[in-house]
């Protein structure tokens, strides 16, 4: 049987294993922190990604976790709905899009991985220094100064990884377009309909906002989740970005002329205990990811911008891809294969997240809508925002049934 190493227990690397897992492989995954936990905030889970939860057996407590996202509508900041972009089964998508705390999907995972792999499956405290490779197989090494073997190696270690690093030693610093994002999440009472996520502003100061729990709701309360990103004409440097800073406050008069018709957004910030800040960052994609027995997937292989809350999804459906692939040839050229299809695919996202993805329709909005009293329909014809809508759902391999 065929033994497939993961560098990085993160979302990418646990659906990975369980995929591979699913095939017949056996699989070892390693992370470098001593004890992993529930850290982050929200993230989105597109239907397509979902999908490939849904097959590996997840869709009952994804639903007992997450909340179901009905759409994500696009608001001007004086409140006014742009554009209202469903994302739900009832909108003919096969499976729902999910907003959930990353803390509580990736330990969905990890308890999935040690239930249907073993305890033993994911193995912490292992810091990945380097590997080496040869016909027969692939040698990891590690800061602890232990080695292991094994027949195929994928970095899944993230922004940071790595596996990169050593494929690729001469790449570069991180792209920073210049945007801070600051980060927190409370819990409240729930605001709209309690699945709606917002995305408000324009491309220099923008609002996203979206409940990330279904165990609050069943509660009647909102766990709240949101982004604030300003953009400077001065940028802290990319190599700063640690999502464990804690964020300076003096950001939250930025949105003080931010009126939603149901919800307060200063009152949101002002009422969240903890705030972290991290720069709005991604890397050039690849040439190539595969070297010989060595893949990269998720953050390691194309980290992007969060437009259009794709990142968590593209990582999933990596995973589900190079299992499939690996199953028709399991091979190095499995991993080839692999690459062939997920490496094109993940560049287009990349490179369109940089120009706003979805999230165009904001600045078209933020051109022409200069007040409260002004009309939407007047300015803007729902036509020239669906062919943003529907180009970005395309990019993005999300479509719905018959599309």
């Not at 990169?164 to 994002?181: C, F, I, N, V, W």
């Not at 819990?187 to 990330?212: E, N, R, S, W």
């Not at 292989?301 to 692939?325: F, T």
């Not at 028709?328 to 940089?354: D, I, M, Q």
Request: proline content about 5%.
């Amino acid at each position: 049987m065929m033994n497939i190493a993961i560098a990085g227990a993160g979302i990418g690397g646990l659906t990975a294993a369980l995929c591979l897992h699913r095939k017949g492989f056996s699989v070892k995954v390693f992370e470098a922190v001593e004890k992993l936990q529930p850290l982050g905030v929200g993230i989105n889970v597109m239907p397509h990604a979902s999908g490939m939860l849904h097959g590996l057996g997840l869709g009952d407590a994804l639903d007992d976790l997450a909340i179901r996202t009905r759409a994500i509508e696009y608001r001007t900041r004086f409140g006014h709905l742009i554009q209202s972009d469903p994302r739900s089964v009832e909108a003919g998508f096969e499976y729902p899009q999910y907003s959930i705390h990353r803390g509580e999907l990736q330990f969905l995972l990890l308890d999935t991985v040690r239930a249907r792999l073993g305890e033993d499956a994911v193995v912490t405290g292992k810091a990945l220094s380097g590997f080496t490779q040869d016909e027969s197989g692939v040698q990891l090494s590690f800061d602890d100064g232990t080695t292991y073997s094994c027949d195929l190696l994928v970095g899944a270690d993230g922004f940071r990884s790595k596996v990169r690093q050593q494929l690729h030693p001469d790449e570069g610093s991180a792209h920073y377009e210049g945007t801070m994002m600051w980060r927190g999440a409370n819990l409240q009472a729930p605001f709209a309909d309690g699945k709606t996520m917002f995305i408000a502003g324009d491309h220099d100061v923008k609002f996203v906002c979206y409940p990330i729990s279904r165990r609050a709701q069943k509660d009647g309360r909102a766990l709240v989740n949101w982004v604030a990103e300003v953009r400077h004409d001065q940028p802290r440097a990319a190599d700063e970005a640690d999502w464990n800073r804690v964020g300076e406050r003096d950001f939250i008069a930025r949105f003080s002329g931010f009126q939603m018709p149901d919800i307060d957004i200063s009152t949101l910030l002002e009422s969240t205990q903890v705030i972290t800040q991290y720069p709005m960052i991604d890397r050039d994609p690849l040439p190539w990811w595969t070297q010989g027995r060595v893949t990269l997937l998720g953050d390691a292989a194309h980290p992007m911008y969060p437009m259009g809350a794709n990142g968590a999804s593209q990582a999933i459906i990596d995973a589900g891809e190079l299992a499939d692939q690996l199953a028709e040839k399991p091979t190095p050229e499995g991993l080839v294969a692999y690459e062939a299809v997920r490496r094109p695919a993940t560049t287009n996202v990349v490179l369109s997240n940089r120009m706003t993805g979805p999230e165009q329709v904001l600045d078209i909005a933020a051109a022409r809508v200069k007040g409260p009293e002004d009309r939407i329909e007047d300015l803007i014809s729902v036509e020239e925002l669906e062919v943003v809508a529907a180009n970005y759902r395309q990019v993005a391999g999300f479509l719905r049934k018959g599309a």
